[in-house]
C-alpha cells in the first residue's frame, strides 16, 4: 500500500467490511496527518519535526495507557488500537520515516531505500492484517513485499514530482551505474540510459509485488479480493511506466476507469 498520497489505501472501499471502516478512518487520518506533517505546505523543517514529536508524544500516552490529548489521537486509541488491540510499533515506525522525509532527501543505495519503505509502507499493511486476524509469519512477509513494491513504484512515477521537493528516490549508486546525473533529473531527460535505469528500478518493484502477490489469494473473503485489486493496481502502473518510456517527466501514470474495470475483473478472477 502506497504511503505517499495514501493513493492506494482501502479507506471507503466497497469491499471493506462495515465493522472495519472507522478503525481504517482513523488509522487513515492519523497517517494522513502525519504525512501532511512532514510533507506539504511551507513550514520550516524544525515546525515540522516538532509537530511530528507531538504525534510521537500522543502515542507514548497510549502506550502508557493514558488519554491523548488530541481528537486525532482519541479516536485512534478508541476506535483502533483499543478495540483491535493492535501493536503500536507500525505507528512508531511511521513516525519514523516521517522524520526521516523531512531530514533525508536522499539515498545512497537500495538497502538504505529498502529500509525507508520498511517503516513507511510495511507498517500500513501490518495494521491491516491486524485489524483482519490475519497475523502470521509467511502473510506478514509476503504483505512487506507488496507494500515496499507499492512504495517503490509510487516513487517511479513521482520523480519529476519528488525532483520538485528536491528528493531524489532512485539510489545514488543506481544513479552512477547507470550513468544517469541529477541534472538530467532536472532538466527532465527521458533519455536511453534514464530508460535503462527506471526499467531496472520497476523490476525490482515488480518482482517484489509478484514474490507477494499470492498473499491475495491465499486470504479468504473480502480482504483477499482488496489486495488483489491492489497488486494488480501496481503492476498497471507499472505496465503504464514502460508504455511511456519512463518518461515521467512529461506525464504521470495513473489509474483510469478502464484501469479499474480491469483491477476489478482480474481481483474476482485471482488473476
Known amino acids: 500500500m502506497s504511503v505517499n498520497h495514501y493513493e492506494n489505501f482501502p479507506v471507503g472501499s466497497l469491499a471493506m467490511p462495515r465493522r472495519l471502516r472507522k478503525p481504517v478512518h482513523a488509522i487513515y487520518a492519523f497517517a494522513r496527518t502525519a504525512d501532511d506533517t512532514a510533507d506539504e505546505g511551507n513550514a520550516e523543517d524544525a515546525e515540522r519535526l516538532q509537530g511530528l514529536d507531538h ?9 502508557n495507557g493514558k488519554k491523548p490529548e488530541t481528537p486525532l489521537m482519541q479516536r485512534l486509541q478508541n476506535e483502533a488500537i483499543r478495540p483491535f488491540s493492535l501493536p503500536l510499533e507500525p505507528f512508531y515506525d511511521l513516525l519514523s520515516a516521517f522524520h526521516q ?23 500500513v499493511g501490518r495494521i491491516m492484517l491486524h485489524l483482519y486476524g490475519e497475523t502470521d509469519p509467511v502473510s506478514i512477509a509476503q504483505s512487506d513485499g507488496i ?19 528536491d528528493r531524489v528516490y532512485i539510489p545514488q549508486d543506481d544513479l552512477t551505474r547507470f550513468n544517469v546525473s541529477e ?12 530508460q535503462r535505469l527506471m526499467a531496472y528500478e520497476c523490476e525490482r518493484a515488480f518482482q517484489m509485488l509478484k514474490g507477494g502477490s499470492p498473499l491475495g489469494k491465499t486470504l479468504k473473503g473480502r480482504i483477499g479480493f482488496e489486495l488483489r485489486m491492489i497488486i494488480v493496481g501496481g503492476q498497471l502502473i507499472l505496465q503504464k511506466l514502460d508504455g511511456c518510456k519512463y518518461n515521467v517527466f512529461e506525464q504521470r501514470p495513473v489509474l483510469d476507469k478502464k484501469d479499474w474495470l480491469i483491477i476489478v475483473k482480474r481481483a474476482l478472477l485471482k488473476k
Open 147 to 165: 507494500c515496499t513494491a507499492l512504495q517503490l513504484i509510487n516513487f517511479w512515477q513521482d520523480v519529476a514530482v519528488d525532483w520538485q521537493k
Open 183 to 194: 541534472a538530467q533529473i532536472s532538466g527532465g531527460q527521458a533519455d536511453f540510459a534514464f
Open 101 to 123: 522525509d523531512v531530514v533525508k532527501k536522499r539515498y545512497q543505495n537500495f538497502g538504505e531505500l529498502v529500509d525507508y519503505c520498511r517503516r513507511s509502507a510495511n507498517p
Open 55 to 63: 504525534l510521537e508524544n500522543e502515542l507514548d500516552l497510549i502506550r
